[in-house]
């Protein structure tokens, strides 16, 4: 069940599952809403780090007209 959360750091709602926790990322010295079981990985598509879950990778989302990251 995804909830409108706000970020403590940065101040920005975001509506995530509840379960992610705010989580930085060295690269880019950010903290952003992540799974708490996470890996790392680098989302060339849309040029940024992001945290996700074990196993996802870019898919592209054609309403957005943008990559977001899937499951497998």
Do not use: C, H, S
Not at 19 to 25: A, C, D, L
Not at 50 to 63: D, I, W
């Amino acid at each position: 069940m995804k909830v409108p959360r706000m970020n403590p750091v940065t101040g920005e709602w975001e509506v995530v599952p509840r379960n992610w926790v705010v989580t930085y990322i060295p690269q880019e010295g950010t903290y952003r809403f992540a799974p708490p079981d996470g890996v790392l990985g680098y989302d060339a598509p849309a040029g940024r780090y992001e945290v996700r879950e074990p196993g996802a990778r870019p898919v592209y989302n054609p309403p957005e007209g943008r990559f977001e990251l899937g499951a497998d």
